[in-house]
């Protein structure tokens, strides 16, 4: 019988290690992801390696403040600038998108966004939306595709990949043009890098935001959903044919 029990649960385990990977980061002509979070270091390089320190779920997220989230662009090097648009869109409707920053958005540009009791949507202060619940992804889209930080959405690819502070590094974020830059400041446990490809050579340093005061979050997979109903009927059999 403990073999019954055990068999579903073995599954479902296996089948969550095997939902989370780290994505492959490739060299590429421009300057590399690793060389921009050095860059942003304080007495550079960041403790951070960009191969190894991958967040491993990193699809979902909720705000975790009170007051809302801020998010701080850091780089962006696509040929896709100009028309290229990131935000948050609905964990329960993927086309249901949130703008944060335009095209016409540069580095140093920054947004606060707060998701209220009834889930209402704003961006500095102003209603862009509503969501179902605290639970969003992040998206990079432009005038030719669409990237979510949910691999499933991109059929199976990772475009996204994400890091999270905490240890001990002091990040300066810079400027653009007369903005000097923002004061140096400790990279905190609360506070995360994300970075998207928007393309096909996998170097992820198209688009790089700084966000602060959220949460990653876990989300059953609809196959372990089925997986995890499939153990509890097992279950319910074996208990019924001992009884």
Do not use: C
């Amino acid at each position: 019988m403990l073999k019954k029990y055990a068999l579903p649960g073995l599954l479902v385990g296996s089948l969550m290690a095997s939902s989370s990977f780290a994505a492959t980061i490739l060299p590429g002509s421009e300057k590399s992801l690793q060389d921009i979070l050095d860059e942003i270091t304080v007495g550079g390089p960041s403790s951070v390696n960009v191969h190894t320190d991958q967040l491993a779920n990193d699809q979902y997220w909720s705000i975790s403040a009170s007051g809302g989230a801020i998010s701080t662009f850091i780089f962006e090097i696509t040929a896709n600038a100009g028309s290229q648009a990131f935000g948050i869109y609905d964990y329960a409707n993927p086309n249901n998108m949130v703008e944060l920053f335009s095209g016409s958005d540069t580095t140093a540009s920054q947004v606060k966004v707060s998701i209220l009791a009834d889930y209402s949507v704003w961006v500095d202060n102003e209603l862009k939306g509503n969501f179902k619940d605290n639970l969003f992804g992040f998206f990079l889209s432009n005038s030719e595709v669409t990237r979510y930080s949910d691999t499933d959405l991109n059929g199976g690819i990772d475009y996204f990949v994400a890091y999270q502070g905490g240890r001990g590094d002091i990040v300066q974020l810079p400027g653009y043009g007369n903005h000097p830059g923002y004061a140096p400041g400790e990279w905190t446990a609360n506070e995360f890098i994300l970075a998207f490809e928007d393309g096909d050579d996998f170097d992820y340093q198209d688009l790089v935001v700084m966000v602060e005061s959220v949460t990653p979050r876990a989300v059953p997979e609809p196959a372990t959903l089925a997986l995890l109903g499939l153990g509890m009927l097992g279950f319910g059999l074996s208990r019924r044919k001992s009884a």
